[in-house]
């Protein structure tokens, strides 16, 4: 089944468009874990520094993919000096974490990919 020009465009924005609003979720994602998880987390992993929950949203969200990171991958849990320390924190908390971290990427896959191949497309 061959699809014509305005419908694969439609798609492709579609998929655009879902992109975003996966964002706008993840958004409420990194509310959530500002409010409830990140001051905890900080006193574990950062000895008590408050770096993104004492700021704004921004800097909860950069907060949220690094210690998702850290929880991930062991490279950079040695490079941010955590990784003895990652163990301390409880798993249903790396969990979260780690999805948002996931949820994060597919919006940005879906947003960025679906514009670029948009742009090839056309």
Same mark, same amino acid.
């Given at each position: 089944?061959?699809?014509?020009?305005?419908?694969?465009?439609?798609?492709?924005?579609?998929?655009? =468009? *879902?992109?975003?609003?996966?964002?706008?979720?993840?958004?409420?994602?990194?509310?959530?874990?500002?409010?409830?998880?990140?001051? $905890?987390? $900080?006193?574990?992993?950062?000895?008590?520094?408050?770096?993104?929950?004492?700021?704004?949203?921004?800097? =909860?969200?950069?907060? &949220?993919?690094?210690?998702?990171? &850290?929880? *991930?991958?062991?490279?950079? =849990?040695?490079?941010?000096?955590?990784? $003895?320390?990652? $163990?301390? &924190?409880?798993?249903?908390?790396?969990?979260?974490?780690?999805?948002?971290?996931?949820?994060?990427?597919?919006?940005?896959?879906?947003?960025?990919?679906?514009? =670029?191949?948009?742009?090839?497309?056309?």
């Amino acid at each position: 089944m061959i699809l014509d020009d305005h419908t694969v465009k439609g798609i492709i924005f579609g998929s655009g =468009a *879902l992109g975003g609003l996966v964002f706008i979720i993840w958004l409420g994602i990194v509310i959530y874990l500002k409010k409830k998880w990140l001051s $905890e987390l $900080e006193d574990i992993l950062d000895n008590g520094c408050r770096t993104f929950s004492g700021l704004g949203l921004f800097f =909860a969200g950069q907060g &949220v993919l690094r210690y998702a990171t &850290v929880f *991930l991958w062991r490279f950079h =849990a040695k490079r941010f000096g955590m990784l $003895e320390k990652r $163990e301390k &924190v409880p798993k249903h908390i790396q969990r979260w974490f780690i999805f948002a971290f996931f949820w994060f990427m597919t919006s940005v896959l879906l947003f960025f990919g679906s514009a =670029a191949v948009l742009q090839i497309y056309s």
